[in-house]
């Protein structure tokens, strides 16, 4: 059985008739606790699987952290009450962390709930520079990578997926998660973690399986990434940070069809 699926015994009904007790897969859901030197500093609820990958980009798309080199070691320690990350700091980095420690409650729904004050929502995002340039035509048949990664939510129907296309349209890597923030930062940790001996990782394109939130365009703008892909559609707010930082972003893409909200220059 996959990892972060279990079984359990159901009673389904169909045409609203009740039918006999059988087996059932779902997805686990456990609560990951990120420590910080020691220090607890987030709990988001998640799928027990490439949380090392996890703790690298949340760390990045939080600003804990501004490269790889800023953490030591990542260790996964599992407990009867949920999941441990514990992530060694470099000392500047912790020093910074401990200044501006916030105390969050992550959510599947909003990576943002339990943040303190608004202007620590909206954090600063560098202007994109416009180096690539798409062909709609090569991503028609993309929303196949979406499924390839999905091995929990292919049975469970439970998970969210991101996944990384190179500028062809052709899948390189992906993650899967009960979050949709959770699936991102996954994807965005394994790049920067793929980034120093694999170039090929510098340019590319994001695809999610979700809405394009606010925070997923400050995700996915804030590690230079140019192109945003969204299963479903764009928020306010998420549209007026793309055009700001000129992220590309599309929403309901369907491959051969799509809704543009920002940054048309860089699609042929």
Same mark, same amino acid.
């Given at each position: ?18 039918? %006999? ?8 859901? /456990?609560?990951?606790?990120? $420590?910080?030197?020691? $220090? &607890? ?9 490439? =949380? ?5 980009? @949340?760390?990045?798309?939080? %600003?804990?952290?501004? &490269?790889?080199?800023?953490?030591? !070691? ?19 980095? *912790?020093?910074?962390?401990?200044? /501006?420690?916030?105390?969050?409650? !992550? ?8 943040? +303190?004050?608004? +202007? ?18 090569? @991503? ?30 052709? *899948? ?17 940790? @394994? ?5 120093? %001996? %694999? ?10 399986? &979700? ?12 590690? !230079?990434? +140019? *192109? =945003? ?23 309901? @893409?369907?491959?051969? /069809?799509?809704?543009?909200?920002? !940054? ?5």
């Amino acid at each position: 059985m996959a990892i972060g699926i279990e079984s359990i015994l159901v009673q389904k009904f169909k045409n609203c008739e009740l039918q %006999n007790t059988q087996t059932d897969v779902i997805a686990i859901e /456990k609560p990951v606790a990120l $420590i910080y030197n020691g $220090i &607890s500093h987030v709990v988001m609820m998640a799928t027990p699987k490439d =949380l090392h990958y996890f703790a690298m980009g @949340f760390s990045l798309t939080e %600003n804990i952290i501004q &490269s790889v080199n800023d953490i030591y !070691g990542i260790d996964i320690i599992d407990t009867p009450k949920g999941i441990e990350v514990q992530i060694e700091l470099s000392s500047r980095r *912790f020093s910074e962390l401990k200044e /501006k420690r916030r105390n969050l409650t !992550g959510r599947t729904g909003c990576g943002i709930c339990g943040t +303190e004050q608004i +202007e620590q929502v909206c954090q600063v995002i560098p202007t994109l520079p416009r180096i690539n340039q798409i062909k709609l035509a090569d @991503f028609s048949g993309s929303l196949n990578s979406l499924l390839q990664v999905q091995q929990v939510g292919q049975q469970t129907g439970c998970t969210h997926a991101a996944v990384w296309l190179d500028l062809k349209g052709q *899948f390189m890597a992906g993650f899967e998660d009960i979050g949709r923030h959770v699936a991102l930062d996954k994807l965005l940790g @394994f790049r920067a973690m793929q980034l120093p %001996n %694999n170039p090929n990782y510098q340019h590319g394109v994001v695809l999610v399986s &979700s809405r394009a939130s606010y925070e997923m365009v400050q995700k996915t703008a804030k590690c !230079g990434v +140019e *192109f =945003l892909l969204a299963v479903s559609a764009a928020t306010s707010m998420a549209v007026d940070l793309a055009k700001q930082c000129h992220l590309t972003l599309l929403g309901f @893409f369907r491959g051969d /069809k799509g809704v543009i909200y920002s !940054g048309d220059d860089r699609l042929a």
